[in-house]
């Protein structure tokens, strides 16, 4: 799964800096075409979080067995809480702007997850 994430991690990367102003695909989430609220799941409610390095914005909260993605320095959930598995894989610049990746699976697929750190609104490419 990690080889063929990072495959596909690398092969986005690539495209974004390359592409004027387009997506890298044609499968995107609600969130990136839609205002869409987010449930708002108290912090202190949350059965724990995972943070990759000390001071990242984002971590990997969880709740019931399920994990998604909160922003501390907001102090909101960015996606819901319904992912099987979640974990951040890199952060880059790309057209001096910020995104955060994350490999999630969720439903029998794997994918990687883009947040926009400028708006907070993400981007599933399965």
Do not use: W
């Not at 922003?71 to 996606?79: A, G, Q």
């Not at 099987?84 to 969720?106: C, P, V």
Request: aromatic content about 12%.
């Amino acid at each position: 799964m990690k080889q063929r994430l990072h495959i596909i991690f690398l092969v986005l990367a690539f495209t974004l800096t390359a592409a004027a102003q387009t997506e890298a695909t044609d499968t995107v989430s609600v969130s990136d075409t839609v205002d869409c609220a987010i449930p708002q799941i108290p912090f202190n409610e949350l059965d724990g979080l995972y943070m990759e390095h000390y001071g990242d914005r984002y971590v990997v909260v969880h709740k019931n067995g399920k994990y998604g993605v909160y922003d501390l320095r907001k102090k909101e959930n960015v996606t819901r809480i319904e992912y099987e598995d979640l974990s951040m894989k890199d952060r880059k610049m790309i057209r001096n702007r910020h995104y955060t990746f994350f490999i999630f699976k969720s439903k029998g697929q794997e994918g990687l997850l883009r947040i926009s750190e400028e708006s907070n609104k993400f981007v599933t490419i399965p």
